[in-house]
């Protein structure tokens, strides 16, 4: 007959071991912890962009050990183990991010500390501490990103947090139960109109303190500075830049020049914007408007950027506070822009740019670097011995790029030590950058103002909802010319050389190269051509933008927009008073019954005896959870003979006051006095 | 202190003579009967099982009966049956060997479960029930069963049910080498001849009866019960358990932890009664999940660890 159970008392080891000091509570139902383990690697892919792929693992193997505790086989970590386990991630992070602090750090951190605390998941305690975690990485994934798509992904998760959380509390369940996801699913919908109305009605509160939000991630778009020749290949990305909303019709395409920064100084061969202390302070903000023409009014929703500038039409007039105008006509951000940000603009494209130029602002932008690109400026000055005014200059310069064998490409190679020159006359090929510099090197060689603008051109009109998608690819760098009577002129020397490029954008003007997107063959952008996946990206692409601008970016302005034009005059703190109010007069009872009428109360010699414990475990004897108090007095006089004596008598006199029968009051307080005593001794 | 206290030292002092280093098992086991249960003693053969019953039998001057269970032993041949008297034409009832005391059942898992049952209503109800007619037991009356491991060829295990009747389970282990010396020693002097010293009655029916109503006084705390209820509560959620402790398991636990304070002298129970008891109490009640290792010792060992006695 073949053994059918093993009947020897068990070694001690396995099931003998003791968790190291954790406090007691209700076991984990096995349908809970599978629930757990569900939510917590469900959270955890939404991060992956932001995470080392080391972390994925790292849960991987602490999942498989806490099935294999669960199972029997395993034990748990010991004390020491779990302490190196902490170490080994903080030191895992260090290495990853090369520092603690940030974001992206933290936030690797905490779910490290996600995944290792599984290794501490015995009680039910512990299981809350894990599932409000849980609910609290939920939240931090916004901070990378709030697409619609995460935002269904991420209701998921809740539902996942919220059936672990249920299950936690059916005991017995020693199986895994899909259908015990029913309940919280229709607990989360009956929270929907909670949310709703906390949504719209909740103050929309300033942060208390300032989190550090900005991220490692490299910044991609246009730069603060430009030089030519530096750059072998262009990469580009298909990320949106921003998103316009126009008030009335689209202007054409060749029209939409998106102006975001204005370089006016060439320094060691690269160009750059004016600093704050080289602008004299009349010149800082935009003049007033002078002059009427027809306005373009428009909406602009920019995705993040981390820099200072905006972007927007040719003489633009912000109608948000927040936004200023500089002098060189482009907008500014005072504040970084670290998170998708909305600003309404007015524009007037008819009115002209500086009609009289400032002195200084002539010098500045006549400025050349005194070496350099010989054959450019005598080419320059020989140009213009020809042209009778500026004007025919100008065109002049781009009949030159339009009669020469020019190129636009997007990987013209690196040029060498004057980079114009050689470009010019040797490699004839070149991007944006490349056309507009040398146009504007042209210009201020023959004594015309001339300045680079970049920014981004064109843009893709979304039939589905009207509004332009400007990616990143977009970017473009044109010139900027000062024409007495005309005031600045733009002129976009790339469009000489491939109108393409403006007229039907960077996709048709690298027909022939093919290199458009060259880098990422996955973007849904490649597929244009295809009609129906072109038709749900430009849909989904709407539902983006209103999303954005109704959801994600209803701020307190819009709230008490809203509010005020349902009840009329509100004020924001009047709204918190009252939102608070009701929330203490519901929450409170209930708190104060779940705190003092739910659990019995505790008596002053349990309170006592919990002191003892705390004591002694500060001189590192804790009692063991299921350690009776003789046991633990015995163990703690074996180890500490000179405690022996207090500790013995404490606990007799605690034994004696909870297990024997009631004694008359007045001897009882004696008797806890006495143990206050023993207890003080320590 | 109380009066009982010389009585029940003495009765331990005495049983610990023939079974020799084993004072833990020898108490149990006299809680066991104290407590008015029947005491199940589980180990391989030769271990001192049955010398355990015999002294015990002797010390507490029981009238005792034994009866070596076979596999063709039948049920009558435990309960008695009616035999013909053609003198005077009728049926006279013999009465088996179960109309004792405390009742030696030696290998009860040798024997079919047709004859195990047969105990049953004997050791629930202190009464048998033959031929239609029910007749009582004497008082006290106890059941010491001893069972060979189960992986031991030619047993039939007892069913849930049947283990469930037994107050509490022991298992005696090898004695340590010094208690082991010293039994050759002792039958090196008393030679190869088979009686054994006989031991000293120490107490009679009445005086154990009366130690068992002072036992009934001993006090419990509602802290003591919550405990309990705990040990309960875990027994019944926990994954690695199969079948949780019954209500009758929790009142033997109760019952036990009772006496096991009235051995140490203590007029009401602690937490370390209820965890001296609970292993020998529980072992063989626990069921473990199908997935968990370990066997019913060792979730009562983590019943043990994993139940805090003192709330939080």
Redesign the interface.
């Known amino acids: ?7 020897f ?2 070694r001690a080891s ?3 071991q ?1 968790p190291a000091g954790r ?5 984990i ?2 349908n809970a912890l599978v629930w757990i383990l569900l939510s917590q690697f469900a959270l955890l892919l939404p991060h992956l962009p932001q995470l080392p792929i080391w972390v994925v693992p790292v849960y991987l193997c602490t999942a498989l050990w806490r099935g294999m505790v ?4 395993w034990s748990w970590p010991s004390r020491p183990l779990r302490l190196a386990l902490i170490l080994a991630g903080f030191a895992a992070v260090w290495f990853s991010f090369g520092s603690l602090l940030g974001l992206e750090p933290t936030v690797a951190l905490l779910l490290t500390a996600f995944a290792l605390k599984l290794l501490e998941l015995q009680r039910r305690q512990d299981a809350y501490v894990l599932i409000f975690l849980g609910y609290f990485i939920a939240v931090t994934v916004f901070l990378f990103n709030q697409d619609l798509l995460l935002v269904l992904y991420m209701v998921g998760c809740l539902w996942l947090l919220t059936s672990a959380l249920v299950a936690l509390h059916r ?2 369940e ?1 199986r895994f139960n899909w259908r015990s996801g029913r309940l919280p699913a229709i607990m989360l919908l009956q929270a929907v109109p909670v949310m709703l109305v906390l949504f719209f009605v909740f103050p929309r509160i300033g942060p208390l303190w300032s989190v550090p939000l900005k991220t490692q991630a490299a910044t991609t778009g246009v730069s603060d500075h430009m030089k030519p020749g530096d750059v072998a290949s262009l990469s580009q990305s298909d990320a949106v830049a921003f998103r316009v909303q126009f008030a009335g019709e689209i202007p054409p395409r060749g029209e939409l020049y998106w102006r975001g920064l204005v370089f006016s100084v060439l320094e060691e061969g690269a160009w750059r914007s004016l600093r704050y202390q080289e602008i004299p302070p009349r010149e800082w903000r935009l003049a007033q408007k002078n002059g009427a023409g027809s306005a373009l009014d428009y909406q602009v929703l920019m995705e993040a950027t981390q820099q200072h500038w905006l972007y927007a039409l040719r003489y633009p007039q912000p109608l948000d506070p927040g936004v200023m105008a500089m002098g060189d006509y482009r907008l500014y951000s005072p504040v970084e822009v670290e998170e998708r940000f909305r600003y309404r603009v007015r524009s007037w494209p008819e009115l002209p740019l500086d009609p009289v130029l400032s002195d200084w602002r002539r010098e500045t932008e006549l400025r050349l670097p005194e070496q350099g690109n010989p054959r450019t400026r005598a080419l320059a000055r020989e140009l213009r011995l020809g042209a009778e005014s500026d004007g025919d200059f100008v065109q002049r310069v781009l009949d030159y790029y339009r009669n020469g064998p020019f190129v636009y490409t997007l990987q013209p190679g690196v040029l060498g030590d004057d980079p114009i020159d050689e470009f010019l006359f040797q490699r004839q090929r070149g991007f944006c950058e490349h056309y507009a510099s040398a146009f504007v090197i042209m210009m201020r060689a023959a004594g015309v103002p001339a300045r680079v603008v970049a920014g981004y051109q064109g843009g893709e009109i979304n039939p589905v909802n009207r509004t332009v998608i400007v990616h990143q690819f977009d970017a473009h760098a044109w010139a900027e010319v000062w024409l007495a009577g005309q005031g600045w002129v733009r002129v976009d020397p790339t469009a000489v050389v491939s109108p393409e490029r403006v007229t039907l954008g960077l996709e048709e003007a690298l027909a022939e190269e093919g290199s458009f997107l060259a880098e990422s063959p996955l973007s849904p952008l490649r597929y244009r051509g295809i009609d129906w996946i072109n038709s749900l990206r430009l849909r989904y692409d709407a539902l983006t933008y209103r999303w954005q601008s109704w959801v994600v970016g209803f701020d307190s302005e819009q709230q008490l927009n809203l509010l005020q034009r349902l009840f009329g005059e509100v004020r924001a703190r009047d709204l918190a008073l009252l939102l608070l109010g009701s929330a203490a007069l519901v929450l409170a009872p209930a708190a104060w019954w779940l705190l003092r009428g739910g659990r ?1 109360r ?1 008596l002053p010699e ?1 309170r006592l ?2 002191r003892l ?1 705390r004591r002694l475990a500060r001189r590192g004897l804790e ?9 633990f007095a015995e163990r703690v006089a074996a180890e500490r003979p000179e405690l022996a004596a207090a500790v013995r008598r404490a606990t007799a006199i605690y ?2 006051l ?4 009631q004694q008359p009051p007045g001897e009882r307080g004696e008797r806890l006095r006495e143990l206050r005593r023993a207890i003080g001794q320590l | 202190m109380h009066q009982h206290q010389a009585l029940i030292d003495r009765a331990v002092e005495e049983v610990g003579r023939v079974l020799l280093g084993k004072q833990t098992q020898v108490r149990l086991a006299l809680c066991c009967l104290f407590s008015g249960g029947h005491l199940l003693i ?1 180990d391989l053969p030769g271990m001192g099982k049955t010398t355990l019953s015999h002294a015990l039998a002797d010390v507490l001057g029981l009238s005792w009966k034994r009866v070596q269970f076979t596999s063709d032993l039948l049920p009558a041949d435990i309960l008695g049956v009616s035999v013909y008297d053609p003198k005077d034409a009728s049926f006279s009832f013999h009465p088996g060997p179960v109309f004792t005391q405390l009742l030696l059942a030696d290998e009860i898992n040798r024997t079919t479960p047709r004859t195990q049952s047969a105990l049953l209503e004997a050791m629930a109800e202190n009464q048998v029930t033959v031929e239609g007619e029910t007749r009582p037991l004497p008082q006290p009356f106890f059941v010491i069963a001893t069972q060979n ?3 031991q ?1 030619g ?1 039939y ?1 007892l069913p849930e049910s049947q283990l469930d009747r037994f107050m509490m389970r022991l ?1 005696l ?1 090898y004695p340590d080498p010094r208690a082991e010396r010293q039994l050759f020693e002792q039958h090196r002097l008393q030679g190869n001849t088979q009686s054994r010293a006989p031991l000293r009655q120490c107490m009679d029916s009445a005086q154990l009866l009366a130690v068992r109503e002072a036992i009934g006084g001993v ?1 419990c ?1 509602d ?2 019960l919550d405990y309990l209820q705990r040990l309960v509560a ?1 027994s ?5 358990f199969a079948v949780g402790l019954s209500p009758r398991g929790a009142l033997a636990l109760l019952d036990a932890a009772r006496t096991w304070a009235y051995l140490a002298g203590r ?6 009664d209820l ?1 001296a008891v609970l292993p020998a109490v529980t072992g063989h009640r626990l069921v473990p ?1 199908h ?5 019913g ?2 979730l009562a ?12």
């Open positions: 007959m073949k053994a059918r159970k093993r009947w008392p068990p396995r099931t003998g003791r406090a007691p509570g209700a076991a139902p096995r669960l199972r029997g086989q005991p017995g020693d019995p505790r349990e005896y919990q414990c009692r063991h959870p299921g350690e009776a108090p003789g046991h034994s004696a909870v297990y024997a029968p | 589980e491991p189960l992986h060829s047993t295990p298992q282990g006090h705390a802290a003591l875990r019944r959620a926990g994954g690695e007029q009401h129970v602690v937490p370390e965890q999940g997935e968990y290792a370990g066997d010792d060792a060992a983590l019943l043990l660890q994993t139940v805090d006695p003192v709330r939080g």
